[in-house]
């Protein structure tokens, strides 16, 4: 077994039908650019009836078709912000709790200790978090998973993991191992993944892998480490 072995990540899930609400942080091959991937899944209308919005800087989920929406406590949010030369990015209103804690001067992880995994049982998902911090021409990025202790939410685990940036490395976090009753939560550290130069060809690759009838909206962006500049892709299944 080689643990510095970097996957592939559309081979990764290609045939995974449900690895729910995913996030991808890592460096570009030639090492100029920070690249970060947030998507989600759905199985059921209310989860399907989603799009990503971008308001400046930032990524809004809405209802796709608010006179459908059931129950926006679990999917709506903010899944990307920025605070000062930090990205934000997670699977739940906790990117606001990573925001206001970074604010009253706490790290990544202490602001997430008010947080534990989604109250949906039987499944609890996991609230998956990462947070890139820009320094010196470069970055480190931290990637965080909250889960359930155990098949009853008796208790919530907490891992943290903290990276420095290499090229042509990324880390993948994904909410589920595969689609089930209950839902199995991803087990383990974020697994090792390629990162492409190209934003469109990633962007493309990790779209197109994702599985048809789940797979609902996927944000990219790729920011420039010495001018700064931001390049975006999104898609949305609904149009």
């Given at each position: 077994?080689?643990?510095?072995?970097?996957?592939?990540?559309?081979?990764?899930?290609?045939?995974?039908?449900?690895?729910?609400?995913?996030?991808?942080?890592?460096?570009?091959?030639?090492?100029?650019?920070?690249?970060t991937a947030y998507f989600?899944?759905?199985?059921?209308?209310?989860?399907?009836?989603?799009?990503?919005?971008?308001?400046?800087?930032?990524?809004?989920?809405?209802?796709?078709?608010?006179?459908?929406?059931?129950?926006?406590?679990?999917?709506?949010?903010?899944?990307?912000?920025?605070?000062?030369?930090?990205?934000?990015?997670?699977?739940?209103?906790?990117?606001?709790?990573?925001?206001?804690?970074?604010?009253?001067?706490?790290?990544?992880?202490?602001?997430?200790?008010?947080?534990?995994?989604?109250?949906?049982?039987?499944?609890?998902?996991?609230?998956?978090?990462?947070?890139?911090?820009?320094?010196?021409?470069?970055?480190?990025?931290?990637?965080?998973?909250?889960?359930?202790?155990?098949?009853?939410?008796?208790?919530?685990?907490?891992?943290?993991y903290s990276y420095a940036?290499?090229?042509?490395?990324?880390?993948?976090?994904?909410?589920?191992?595969?689609?089930?009753?209950?839902?199995?939560?991803?087990?383990?550290?974020?697994?090792?993944?390629?990162?492409?130069?190209?934003?469109?060809?990633?962007?493309?690759?990790?779209?197109?892998?994702?599985?048809?009838?789940?797979?609902?909206?996927?944000?990219?962006?790729?920011?420039?480490l010495a001018s700064g500049?931001?390049?975006?892709?999104?898609?949305?299944?609904?149009?």
């Amino acid at each position: 077994m080689n643990i510095y072995e970097i996957n592939n990540l559309p081979e990764l899930i290609k045939d995974n039908s449900y690895v729910g609400r995913g996030i991808v942080i890592g460096k570009t091959p030639d090492g100029k650019k920070a690249c970060t991937a947030y998507f989600i899944m759905g199985r059921s209308n209310n989860s399907r009836n989603r799009v990503f919005i971008e308001e400046g800087k930032e990524v809004v989920i809405h209802p796709f078709d608010a006179s459908k929406v059931e129950d926006p406590s679990l999917i709506i949010y903010k899944p990307i912000r920025e605070y000062e030369n930090k990205l934000i990015v997670t699977n739940g209103n906790q990117t606001d709790t990573v925001y206001d804690g970074l604010k009253t001067g706490k790290s990544f992880s202490e602001s997430l200790t008010s947080r534990e995994f989604e109250p949906d049982g039987p499944n609890f998902t996991p609230r998956i978090s990462g947070m890139i911090t820009f320094a010196d021409n470069d970055f480190t990025y931290e990637m965080s998973i909250l889960k359930s202790a155990d098949e009853k939410g008796s208790a919530c685990n907490r891992f943290t993991y903290s990276y420095a940036s290499l090229a042509g490395l990324g880390h993948f976090l994904h909410t589920y191992i595969c689609d089930g009753n209950p839902i199995p939560t991803f087990c383990g550290e974020p697994e090792r993944v390629a990162v492409d130069n190209d934003i469109d060809e990633f962007t493309n690759a990790l779209w197109n892998a994702l599985d048809e009838n789940n797979k609902i909206s996927l944000y990219v962006r790729y920011v420039d480490l010495a001018s700064g500049e931001c390049e975006n892709r999104m898609i949305n299944k609904n149009k």
